[in-house]
């Protein structure tokens, strides 16, 4: 889970690159470096801590030269440090090397390179695959482009691996396999990266390198080849990203600024397919498969963290209206667990930025068991979009916020147009229910803005409750997913230990928790649960806790039991989960700014799980 970064062209090297780390430091942010290769020499600078450390740390370095990787780490092996940080150097000096991912037999690898004389001045499963490549150049007296094949055959683990040679001022040799890698295309220069954002400033086509491919990156050349030594094409891809897109604009955070996108990100994600003046719902993905889903004898919704909460407010929304069995699995949980898979069956794999780890090895896992794999994803050419038989993107733009949350709500607003086709084309939705809902989804863009009119609102409340040690998030219905989401965003942005809960479950255990020190979130929106809801803040009220309650306008009831309370305009029950999560995301990033922490690179996270 790191962000990689490789330039060869005419100009300086390290601009490129350190701006390019700086764009994907949401990807790692424990240790940086980078290494340029300039007159036969082979300059590596790495620091732990953000990119900014490093670049203080070399002011006045010799930085020189045309050619150039850079990284940035999220710690796997070995604690974040300046020996541990990338690139790595071999022991021999020639070559340097940076890598996204987990090399899973590096430690018998590392024993027989002991046994051969070889010093470790690292804890990384990445030197020693390192000095592994550089032995089999030494001992086979070939190309370092022979020696990165012949040492992969014998890998295991995930891995994007881009290499240097200090003799060779030109050529940047990459591989992959489970971790991304994008190349882009300029005029006499090629850029590579994890993702898009360090390129699109240079340049807008570009070639997603595939699984098990080495590329031969020069200035004027780009060469992909497999594992066997075979030439393959490079698919050129032009991209649709914006520069705007990847910076603040004018915003304090990230976090904040693709909170307030989310009416925009949400109409863009409607946009072209929902008609409602005319009841019609177009997803091309969907269309070539109705049938299969409409027959579907069970879909499985398969996801991580945030990604995951979406699938569980999705299987409330398939079962009620397509009438179809819906599980949501964690990824990393059923890739491990033998599951029973039937020909047929349908998996719905959710996922931000289409490279979460457990998530692809699941998918290919039920792909080979015949099941019909469908990837909501966000960025385009992802792995998961590539794998999946159709699917829908989510068209939320990029995400630079470790936290997830216009990537959520585009996440619902797909799931519940796909739920909404489905079930029109399968009969199992009235034509007057389709139509409201329709139009209740076409209204949600106007009514996040509303939301968001409370904002602040919102930054008081936070300031109020900053200091609280533990929270406790209750929901029922399509609500209870939004408690879990609010809860995690809470514990991701602010450190303050939070638990979400259904809400009638708070009596067979946490209502233990509750004291008169104790914030209980209450998602209490006007639906089919709003009673029973009723009852449980009355329970927690009865044991003076401090209830914060999100109530739809109009309620009357609801305000009367909570010290605190954020009004939501009026929305049917499946879409509302669209507007209760908003002030919960504000509410959590106000109080980590106000605990004076960076909100939009947490500790110990990182945006994208590549590994496992």
Known sequence: MCGIVGYTGHRQAYPVIIKGLKRLEYRGYDSAGVALVNNNQLNVFKKKGKVADLEESIVGANLGGHIGIGHTRWATHGEPSDRNAHPHLSQSGNIAMIHNGIIENYAQIKRELIAKGYIFKSDTDTEVLLNF???????????????LRIALRRVVGAYCILLVHKDDPETIIAARKGSPLVIGIGKGEHFLASDASPIIEYTKEVVYVNDYEIAIVKPDELILKNLGNEKQTPFITRLDMELAAIEKGGYDHFMIKEIFEQPQTIFD???????AEHGTIKMSGIEKYAEQIMHAPRIIIIACGTSW???????????ELCRIPVEVEYASEFRYRNPVIHQGDVIIAISQSGETADTLVAIETAKEQGAIIMGIVNVVGSSIARKSHTGAYTHAGPEIGVASTKAFTAQ??????????????????????????????????????????????????????KDATDALYLGRGYNFPVALEGALKLKEISYIHAEGYPAAEMKHGPIALVTETLP??????????????????????????????????GDAVSPTLAEDVIILPPADEIVAPMLSTIPLQLFAYHIGVAKGYDVDKPRNLAKSVTVE
């Open 133 to 147: 490549i550089d032995d089999i150049q030494v001992n086979n007296e070939c190309s370092l482009e022979e020696a």
């Open 269 to 275: 994600c409607l946009r072209g397919r929902l008609d």
């Open 309 to 319: 909460h979406a699938g569980l407010v999705a299987e409330y929304i398939i079962e």
């Open 412 to 465: 619902l607003a797909v799931l519940t147009m796909i739920a909404l086709q489905v079930a029109h084309a399968k009969g199992t939705i009235s034509k007057e229910r389709y139509m409201s809902l329709c139009k209740e989804i076409e209204e949600i863009p106007e009514k996040v803005k509303l939301v968001l009119e409370q904002n602040d609102h919102i930054k008081a409340l936070a300031e109020k409750y």
């Open 520 to 553: 209980v979130v209450f998602v209490a929106t006007k639906d089919s649960y709003h009673e029973k809801v009723v009852s449980n803040m009355q329970e927690i009220k009865a044991r003076k806790g401090r209830i914060i309650a999100i109530v739809t306008e």
